[in-house]
């Protein structure tokens, strides 16, 4: 059985599941609310709450289950399962990286830190005219997608004044991407200014960092270097000379 959360409002959702989950569980209660929320959002949040005597799902559930998942393969920002079954949870990690999104398991427990989860933002982005050609952009915590279409509202209202320009990248508290579809908003947002770019200085203190800093030298056609975290003046002083 799926029942839908009363406190389910705008773009997230919460359901709970109990007993066996059947393809009619699918088609008359957690499709329609996922399409209702899809029809006024972009995106949806889903939080599963699997209650203890939840058994698991027929046939029909299982094939329900992969209908939804390609049909809104994009129409998902993050997925919270909450769970005490070591089954459950062992299913949900192992499947979370073939997911566009973040998924995170969480103990019954912890229930309303599944629930701010959901709620916050887990990164950010900040765009930072450094005068002259040169532009900062610092990218904080675990990104989503969202993250990307403000930082490109930001960015373009900033070099809508300039010929060109260098860029600091600055991934010295960059935890990564919230799922694949954030990657993809990564690389929208890059292609999109390419063109432009002088020379780019990448500031981190990860080894994967600096590779693809190597990497990006060669596909952007620019100069680019690396700096340690803590040279990031230094970075500044290279962006903005000659």
């Known amino acids: 059985m799926i029942a ?10 919460e359901i709970e599941l109990s007993g066996e989950v059947t393809g009619t569980d699918y088609s008359t209660t957690l499709i329609p609310a996922i399409e209702a929320a899809l029809a006024e959002h972009d995106t949806v949040r889903l939080l599963a709450i699997v209650q203890p005597e939840f058994k698991g799902y027929d046939l029909n559930a299982v094939w329900s289950d992969t209908k939804l998942g390609l049909s809104h393969w994009r129409g998902f920002d993050r997925i919270g399962v909450v769970a005490d079954q070591g089954w459950v949870q062992t299913s949900i990690r192992l499947a979370a990286p073939l997911f566009p999104c973040p998924v995170q398991v969480f103990d019954h427990a912890n229930i309303e830190e599944a629930r701010r989860w959901l709620r916050e933002s887990l990164g950010s982005i900040h765009v930072m ?41 600055d991934l010295s508290k960059f935890d990564g991407w919230q799922g694949l579809t954030a990657l993809a908003s990564h690389f929208r947002l890059a292609r999109g200014h390419i063109g432009n770019l002088d020379r780019a200085a990448v500031v981190g203190d990860k080894a994967w960092q600096h590779l693809a800093q190597r990497v990006a030298s060669h596909i952007l056609g620019t100069r680019t270097q690396f700096f340690p975290a803590e040279e990031i003046q230094n970075a500044k002083t290279w962006l903005a000379s000659g």
């Open 129 to 169: 005219d450094l005068g002259g050609p040169c532009v900062q952009v610092s990218l904080m915590g675990k990104l989503d997608p969202d993250e990307f279409k403000k930082a490109e509202t930001d960015l373009d209202y900033i070099l809508q004044e300039k010929q060109g320009f260098r860029l600091l990248i």
């Open 4 to 13: 839908v959360h009363k406190n389910s409002d705008g773009a997230l959702i």
